[in-house]
């Protein structure tokens, strides 16, 4: 089945502790993107990629990070976590960069305490 | 910069009722508009879409015209039903390629 995997779903950590949401496609996309959706903001881009090895920051791309070493996988890293990124996370690919459609993931809760 | 707008929610309707919500937007080229929706604990899907003016985008049941005039592309659909509730978003890009500015989603409630 085509699709866009996340993990972990849910999570609760503290200040300051390094983590890692992962993210993956099975569709050979070469357009991978993470948003963050925060209620009456809707969602908002932090980092994309246009294919591998190629990254750039989106809207709110303050206190994350991502690489794309391998054309399945956008990990989201969040170095020091701060409760300001608690939010519900979301991974999307599309085919190339040029205006596909995109698939979206089933998003990732992340509290930060 | 690009933006989107759309009505505010939650918009409560009966089964059968007709629908609008309205999105208009704000962007310095040409843009694709869309329309995603998101059900109840899962990832956004995309609905419909248009990328050139008086395209109508539309998708189980659902329609949307591209209006460049009042740059808005209102989502209407002639008879809800209970499982069409959600959340909506209108997004643009304009950037020729697939970033997505979206608006800050209207929740539908559909009541038997």
């Known amino acids: 089945e085509a699709q866009v995997t996340q993990n972990p779903r849910y999570l609760i950590t503290v200040t300051g502790k390094k983590l890692t949401v992962t993210c993956s496609q099975n569709?050979?996309?070469?357009?991978m993107s993470w948003y963050r959706q925060d209620p009456g903001l809707g969602l908002r881009q932090i980092y994309y990629?246009?294919?591998?090895?190629?990254?750039d920051k989106g809207d709110v791309p303050e206190g994350y990070k991502v690489s794309r070493k391998e054309k399945r996988n956008f990990p989201l890293i969040l170095e020091s976590p701060s409760p300001n990124q608690t939010s519900l996370y979301f991974c999307?690919?599309?085919?190339?960069?040029?205006?596909?459609?995109?698939?979206f993931g089933p998003g990732t809760r992340l509290t930060v305490l | 910069g690009d933006s989107v707008t759309q009505m505010e929610g939650p918009v409560t309707l009966s089964e059968e009722a007709f629908l609008t919500i309205n999105c208009t937007y704000t962007?310095?080229?040409?843009?694709?508009l869309f329309w995603y929706v998101q059900y109840p604990g899962e990832g956004l899907q995309l609905l419909l879409k248009?990328?050139?003016?008086?395209d109508k985008g539309s998708n189980k049941g659902f329609e949307a015209t591209y209006r460049k005039e009042t740059t808005s592309f209102h989502l209407e659909k002639g008879s809800v039903q209970v499982s069409d509730s959600a959340v909506y978003f209108c997004?643009?890009?304009?950037?020729?390629?697939?970033?997505?500015?979206f608006g800050k989603g209207t929740m539908l409630l559909v009541s038997p």
């Open positions: 962007a310095t080229g040409y843009p694709s």
């Open positions: 990629s246009m294919n591998v090895e190629v990254t």
């Open positions: 569709m050979n996309h070469e357009y």
């Open positions: 248009a990328t050139k003016a008086d």
């Open positions: 997004a643009l890009s304009d950037r020729g390629y697939s970033t997505l500015t």
């Open positions: 999307a690919s599309s085919l190339t960069s040029t205006l596909n459609e995109q698939f």
